[in-house]
């Protein structure tokens, strides 16, 4: 266990006059010694004594405001826009610089500090070049517990950066030299690249440390857990989980979508729904269980029947479902359906154990909206469903297109 003399703590006090948002407390828990990231001063007589009033009143705040700035990323993230350095974000969280220069003792203190922290930090130079790490970050880069954190020292970290992120840190490094507002952000989500030659999604955010020859700190948080957990999460709440085809919230949000970018291009659009013949009596003479292998079997037809993945077909309910076909006509959507009624036909059942003799036909509708026939998605959604309705009327197994 490593003390800290009273000269490493006036280092420690030199440090957080840098803008992160830390604090360091005592393992009584109540008297908070050091704020970093505070642009106020301590409300005490003692400027090394903070009082825990303080502590919550300003991690509160900087956790609210933190809390929307990221939601206001993501937001900005998901519509894809490049955004990892907004100006509005920096400008916000980096008030004009501190003239202040950390003395030559700060440079151990940090060492110190980093050797500390529970989450992998890296400290860089003006160059890029990794001066610190500790040993979460060498867990995390080199995917490796046993190196030591020498093995990181001497790396250029952009190495460790994939395009766009490492052309925009670099000229960030070199213009942080000259301008008076250095590198410095929260935290933001990227991706990394590993000495394994694999890559991780991480969040990292970056913090300028004014010595004589700048220094970077970097903090680094591993997210590919949290990602696979989203992945999972997504997947099981956009699929039926019977069929593996989309849900019907999928089906809802593609046509909503898909009917906006083709109206605005003047491109065609389709809706075909596809209902099983007579579904009920398969059920009552051979079982649900083998309805269900049926439907999987009959879900599996559709897909495959599909003209380009920008169609997206989903189970909308028990046994009916539904495509919607962006960029196609009266014709593409006749041609599918003519497809789909030929693939299922042409199943057989004996592989769930059932004779030869038991085969099951599908009904369809379908309309196309193409010159402004229809005024909303849920007109030409309820078009095709008038058209399935009189192909169920016509004597099903049959295609029936709204005219
Ligand atoms: N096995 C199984 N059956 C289902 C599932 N969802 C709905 N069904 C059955 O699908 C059948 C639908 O029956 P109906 O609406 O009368 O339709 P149908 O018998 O296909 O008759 P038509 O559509 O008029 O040709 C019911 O027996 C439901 O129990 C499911 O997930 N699994």
């Known amino acids: 266990m490593l003390e800290l003399t009273s000269t490493a703590e006036k280092q420690l006090s030199q440090i957080s006059q840098v803008k992160m948002d830390m604090f360091i407390g005592d393992t009584l828990g109540g008297n908070y010694h050091y704020k970093f990231g505070a642009n106020e001063q301590p409300p005490s007589a003692n400027p090394l004594k903070i009082e825990p009033q303080f502590l919550s009143n300003n991690l509160a705040q900087h956790t609210t405001a933190n809390a929307a700035d990221l939601a206001a990323n993501k937001t900005r993230t998901d519509s894809n826009e490049y955004n990892h350095f907004d100006k509005t974000l920096e400008t916000r969280f980096n008030p004009p610089h501190s003239t202040t220069m950390l003395g030559g003792n700060a440079l151990s203190s940090l060492s110190t500090l980093v050797d500390y922290m529970m989450e992998a930090m890296i400290v860089v130079d003006e160059f890029g070049n990794i001066q610190m790490a500790n040993r979460h970050a060498v867990a995390l880069l080199l995917d490796c517990n046993k190196s030591s954190t020498n093995s990181l020292i001497g790396q250029r970290w952009q190495s460790y950066l994939t395009e766009p992120q490492k052309s925009h840190y670099q000229q960030m490094i070199l213009e942080s030299t000259f301008e008076p ?103 009552d003479n051979h079982g649900h269980v083998m309805g269900d292998r049926c439907l999987q079997k009959i879900a599996a037809a559709i897909q495959a029947s599909l003209p380009n993945e920008n169609c997206t077909a989903a189970r909308y309910g028990g046994e009916e479902f539904a495509l919607v076909m962006p960029n196609c006509d009266t014709s593409e959507v006749q041609q599918t359906a003519q497809l789909i009624q030929q693939n299922i036909n042409a199943l057989t059942y004996m592989d769930i154990g059932l004779d030869i003799s038991v085969s099951v036909s599908v009904s369809q509708g379908h309309a196309s909206e193409v010159n402004g026939q229809f005024r909303t998605p849920n007109a030409l959604l309820c078009a095709a469903d008038t058209a399935l309705y009189r192909a169920k009327a016509d004597g099903r197994n049959r295609i029936n297109a709204c005219c």
């Open 181 to 283: 507002r250095p590198l410095n952000h929260l935290p933001n989500e990227t991706t990394l690249n590993m000495s394994n030659g694999q890559t991780i999604d991480v969040e990292m955010s970056v913090t300028h440390f004014p010595m004589s020859e700048p220094l970077f700190g970097i903090i680094i948080r591993d997210l590919s857990k949290y990602r696979a957990e989203y992945q999972q999460l997504y997947k099981w709440a956009s699929t039926d989980c019977l069929t593996n085809l989309s849900n019907r919230r999928v089906f809802d949000a593609d046509l909503k979508h898909h009917w906006k970018t083709c109206i605005e291009q003047g491109d065609p659009i389709s809706v075909l729904i596809i209902d099983i013949d007579h579904f009920k009596s398969f059920n």
